[in-house]
């Protein structure tokens, strides 16, 4: 079975389960929708008429939030569980939503340069090859556009188990390619998924490659020094689990130049 097929049916089981990526948006979170979505401020002040692609973002979360602050929202989803959550939701608060079922890295239905933030929460574990993501991010992108995105960091992917002395071990190489084997310390992977390890130089280098500009890089705090051991908390003392990334596209990248070339008289 495919990484697609695997990750679709995945995901729509976790929707079956109620598990935590399938949150929605609740009506306190509404009346704050920028403050709750980026506690950073990489956002602008406002999104009103904004366009805005919620990349596997799914939920009902990240779509109603940007949509209740004005946005006009796309949701690319390779889950029609999770998006069903999205129009559901939507529907509850007159919202309108375009949702689209589709993997990350083929968003041929897309045009070029229609977007001014795409928002891409955790998910390039899900597929093998970061390298078209970033190259359809940086196409679908405006110039000026912003790309913020959450990635599962390497370390936190080589861990397999938490060992008898509460130390975790890193059972899987750095450089491993492919899917990755089950684990037993199950703390970030969900189950039913198959996810792929990618690098420091295969995130922030293919942003750059693909010719987006990184502005600004967090590592959320997943910690709490009285977690107990099992915890996620207790493993995030020792593990930072995410990277957040943003970033922009200044200028036309280098595949829409060569395609301009092409028309240009
Ligand atoms: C961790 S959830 C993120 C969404 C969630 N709304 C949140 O709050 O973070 C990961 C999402 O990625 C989606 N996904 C997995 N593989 C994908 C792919 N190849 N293309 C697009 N979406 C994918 C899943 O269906 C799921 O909705």
Redesign the pocket.
Known sequence: MD??TR??AA?NQLVSDGAV???VATDEECQRPLAVLDSRGWLPKSVQGKQVLC????????SILYATAGAQVTV????PG?LALDDREARIRNLKLRLIE????DLNMLGDEQFDIVHH???TC??PDLAPVFQEVARVLRIDGLYIS?HKSPISLQVTRRTERDEYAIGVDYYHSGPLPAVEDKSYR?PG?VEFLHRYDQILGGMCAAGLVIEAFAEPKRAHRQATPGDFRHRGNYIAPYLRIKARKLQTTAKNEESSKLWTP
């Open positions: 990484y697609r990750n679709r995901y990526f399938s949150r990349l596997a973002a799914g939920g009902g979360w990240q690319v989803d390779l889950s999770m589709a993997s990350m890295d929460p955790v998910s899900y597929v959450q969900e998924a």
